[in-house]
């Protein structure tokens, strides 16, 4: 089971850092825009909108890993002072909240992927991109949420004196 | 009736479920995914998703990521210890010198970037030690660090500001020019206290007799450390005022300008770059996690009646629209205390704002008042940002008490000013207003 | 639908609309469920909610497919990157100059029917639309004719884009809320946004000295009343009249308050220094021509083509074409 765990936390981990990259495509597109349009006079219709489809898949990549590292915001008043079972319990309880919030990410994005996919849904602007491919990234976030609050469980349960 | 009851069911279990110390994304989107399976249905908890989807490819909350890489790329560069050098070397010999000093960097380090956590974390390595070794009462030393590193809040570039001015639907342009003046005024303010109190008391300041002046010709030399912040701050603020870009467009070339000065003072590197973005990346995800738990609190607090049944309140009772403003901020400030920003904004700014509007007052106006208790939270315990980001670097002997009584002048400092606004609107609005008349 | 509880022979929905509070056409969404409900005696009850209090605006057609609220007011443009029919039943750019023309082909010529077979496979009820006339173009250099438009940079959306992009337009897709400061700033020389009320309101005429008769992107403009077919099944014949009835009244009387509210606030542009430019209807004439070709590059399905179709045939048998 701990390797388990380990083997999703080196997943999330290895996601997060390709993601990281791609904040770097969006300045470059951005600038690109910015050049084009004051520069050139001749504003892309394409760039902006890629900036913005990359976005999404950016952000909610590095939302498991950062479930891992503790980075979510949290009021940590009363738990920073807890210890013991105490302290594993409401760190499980935070996890399954995670885990919670995940699955229903999950549950309600799939059809809407699945539908946007066999409509063959565009944004509808003047570039025109199909638009399920970035969609797709939410259903999976979520599940690599899921996996992550559930690698931690294990983690906590097994070593309880690391929490 | 009913929705008075969502209202008190909601923000209790807030508060209970914070408490816990679980992510504040998954508490509000948890609460919201009980409330809505309660009080609206099941088939409703879509709602949540759609949200998410918009939120995935918004323009402008793209500017987030932008603004903290070029945060980040900036802290590593070494053109904040150019400053800091420069600014000793002006400064040492006036009382109170270094802290005022401290105040001016990071009114600079707020024109140049988004996010307080580069000033707070770049005094607290320079300016803390320095300050300390020449004697300084060590709260007048850490409350300057915490207040001047909340500067960037109201003065743009600003990422909490972005999110305010999205959530409230008003031009970000016009929000950023809303907040140069008041961002001014209070760095101002923290000047004036810094320097009357020393001067009442030199002895919290102590000047060395030691401390020799630099020659005339070598002080104008260390002034070229002011050149690249000049150059980053004219490309991002510049960028936007002279419309070459967007506020978001604004940020790429803030990266970019970040990136050159790092080119210059040789700190680009591969390894650079790849930390600089590991940070963004962080940051971004929590800030955007929050905000999908946020619209998915605040879209069944909506579609259940609560924000109606507050409305409906606040026009029930007979009281002047002053004493309902008084009110609201007083709620931002308590909220303040145990919250984040962005979670603030995203939580009371769909609920405020209409009540602003139906009372007529200014959203700009507001905005900035708005910003002024964001930066009360930002240095008031016990969850603070600055806090935090010293607590990291605090030395042997300090203890986070005296951090929390340094803070005390300043929170009242921000009080007063934001009073001050509060009576005259005219200050917050001349500047956006003015720069709205320019080229017609 | 699971929320619409029928407790005493009451039925209480809830609608999203697409503006924000406090808007004349928000009010007209008030009115719209104050008539339904005196029309059913109480029976139907709908609380409206301004566009992106629940979700935004653009996603409301999933919201309501899923049961989230039971009906909504929409633009059916947000949803044409779906259903390709849905970019000739919201606004045709240099399509029907008067609002009663393309009321018209809803009511007269199949619009209705062909609009209702769009919505049914999602598993909503296409109700009824509001139609009402332009949305003004603002711009900071003279177009004085339609070929005038080349080589500019411009902010319009949907369909628009992408037939002002074929008239040599560089179209920039910019949020509404930083339409004033674009053109403020020069980074944009025309753009669309609001109706003419509503953008003298945001300061237009502080930042655009020339506004554009007719909007020819937007000439005239359709939103819709869409209820989820399970809810609406529910509803008994008295009920589903009363959507369509009040449907059909709003669309005048919204029209109507717009139709002087324009006059109105067209003055007021001119007060504050504004150049109102009347497009010459023959340059416009000549433009539509062209504008059929984009239409034929949007109408990429059976559907929207027999749609496209039938409004052009309208068009010619009304010498517009
Ligand atoms: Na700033
Ligand atoms: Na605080």
């Excluded at chain 3, 554009?212 to 809810?231: C, D, E």
Aim: hydrophobic share 55%; glycine share 10%; proline share 5%.
């Amino acid at each position: 089971m701990i390797s388990l765990a380990r083997r999703i936390t080196a997943l999330n981990r290895g996601l997060f850092a390709l993601a990281k990259w791609l904040i770097y495509a969006i300045v470059l597109l951005m600038l690109w825009e910015v050049l084009s349009r004051y520069v050139f006079s001749a504003p892309t219709s394409w760039a902006p909108e890629l900036a913005t489809l990359i976005f999404g898949p950016f952000f909610l990549l590095g939302g498991p890993y950062l479930l891992h590292l503790g980075g979510h915001v949290a009021v940590d008043v009363a738990s920073a002072h807890a210890t013991g079972r105490l302290a594993v319990l409401l760190k499980l309880a935070g996890l399954f909240l995670a885990a919670v919030f995940g699955a229903i990410l999950l549950w309600f994005s799939v059809p809407l992927v699945m539908q946007s996919f066999s409509y063959g849904e565009t944004s509808y602007s003047a570039w025109n991109p199909i638009v399920w491919p970035a969609k797709a990234f939410l259903p999976l976030s979520a599940i690599l949420l899921i996996l992550q609050a559930f690698a931690d469980a294990i983690t906590a349960i097994a070593e309880p004196e690391n929490v | 009736m009913e929705s008075s009851f969502v209202l008190l069911f909601m923000f209790t279990s807030l508060i209970a479920f914070m408490l816990s110390g679980a992510g504040l994304a998954f508490v509000l989107g948890a609460i919201a995914f009980i409330s809505t399976i309660l009080l609206w249905g099941p088939a409703a908890l879509i709602v949540t998703v759609l949200n998410t989807f918009e939120t995935m490819t918004s323009e402008s909350l793209m500017a987030i990521p932008l603004y903290v890489l070029m945060a980040s790329i900036l802290q590593k560069s070494a053109i904040i210890d150019a400053l800091y050098d420069a600014m000793e070397a002006w400064s040492a010999r006036l009382n109170g010198g270094l802290a005022v000093g401290t105040i001016i960097i990071c009114t600079i380090l707020a024109a140049m970037t988004g996010v307080v956590g580069a000033a707070v974390a770049a005094m607290g390595i320079l300016a803390l030690p320095s300050m300390l070794s020449r004697g300084y009462h060590p709260p007048l030393a850490l409350g300057a660090i915490c207040a001047g590193g909340t500067l960037g809040i109201l003065i743009p570039p600003s990422v909490v500001t972005i999110v305010y001015a999205i959530t409230a639907q008003i031009s970000i342009g016009q929000m950023f020019a809303a907040g140069i003046v008041p961002g001014l005024i209070l760095a101002g303010s923290y000047i004036a206290y810094i320097l009357i109190r020393t001067w009442l008391n030199p002895s919290l300041a102590p000047i060395p007799d030691d401390i020799e002046d630099l020659p005339l010709g070598e002080k104008l030399g260390k002034l070229k450390a002011l050149i690249l912040p000049a150059f980053v701050v004219f490309g991002v603020l510049g960028s936007i005022y002279t419309g070459i870009a967007t506020p978001t467009e604004a940020a790429a070339v803030g990266v970019l300008g970040a990136a050159i000065s790092a080119l210059v003072t040789r700190r680009l590197s591969f390894e650079m770059l790849s930390g600089a973005a590991t940070e963004t990346l962080r940051v971004t995800a929590m800030i955007l996690w929050i905000t999908i738990g946020a619209r998915a609190f605040i879209s069944v607090f909506v579609a259940t009646g609560g924000a109606d049944s507050i409305l409906g309140f606040v026009e029930g009772v007979e009281a002047s629209r002053w004493v309902v403003l008084g009110v609201m901020v007083l709620v931002l400030i308590f909220l303040g205390l145990f919250l984040d920003e962005i979670g603030i904004i995203l939580l009371c700014v769909p609920v405020f704002l209409p009540i602003i509007i139906a009372l007529e007052f200014d959203p700009l106006w507001f905005g900035v008042l708005f910003m002024i208790t964001a930066q009360m939270a930002y240095i008031t315990p016990p969850f603070g940002y600055t806090l935090f980001y010293l607590k990291g670097v605090l030395p042997e002997g300090i203890g986070i008490g005296q951090v929390y009584r340094g803070v005390i002048p300043f929170f009242f400092i921000q009080v007063v000013v934001l009073i001050f606004f509060a009576i005259f609107p005219g200050v917050v609005t001349w500047l956006p207003e003015a720069l709205s008349q320019v080229g017609k | 639908s699971g929320t619409a509880a029928r407790a005493q022979g009451v039925t209480k929905w809830r609608m999203q609309a697409l503006w924000g509070g406090g808007t004349t056409p928000m009010m007209y969404e008030e009115k719209f469920c104050a008539r339904v409900a005196e029309l059913t005696g109480g029976s139907l009850e709908i609380t409206p909610f301004a566009g992106g209090q629940i979700v935004p605006s653009a996603q409301a057609f999933d919201a309501v497919r899923g049961g989230a609220f039971e009906m909504m007011k929409t633009y059916d443009g947000y949803t044409a990157g779906k259903i390709p029919a849905h970019g000739f039943s919201s606004t045709v750019p240099f399509g029907f100059p008067e609002a009663d023309q393309y009321e018209a082909w809803f009511y007269e010529r199949g619009g209705l029917d062909m609009v209702r077979e769009s919505y049914a496979p999602a598993g909503l009820t296409y109700v009824a639309p509001t139609v009402y006339g332009e949305e003004p173009i603002h711009s900071r250099v003279p177009v004085r004719t339609i070929a005038d438009f080349d080589g500019l940079k411009g902010r319009f959306v949907g369909l628009a884009s992408a037939v002002m992009a074929d008239f040599g337009v560089s179209v920039s897709p910019l949020p509404t809320s930083e339409v004033y400061s674009a053109l403020d700033k020069g980074l944009i020389d025309v753009a669309d946004r609001g109706d003419i009320k509503a953008n003298y309101e945001e300061g237009l005429h502080e930042v655009a000295k020339y506004l554009i008769l007719p909007g020819v992107h937007q000439p005239t403009t359709a939103t819709s009343y869409v209820a989820n077919t399970r809810a609406f099944e529910t509803l008994d014949d008295q009920q589903k009249a009363a959507l369509a009835v009040a449907a059909r009244e709003i669309s005048g009387s919204l029209r109507q308050d717009i139709l002087v509210a324009n006059g109105e606030y067209l003055k007021k542009f001119q007060d504050a220094g504004v150049e109102i430019i009347d497009l010459d209807p023959e340059d416009i004439a000549q433009a539509r021509a062209k504008a059929v070709e984009s239409w034929k590059k949007a109408a990429t399905d059976e559907l929207s083509t027999r749609m496209m179709e039938s409004q052009v045939a309208l068009m010619q048998e009304l010498r517009l074409l």
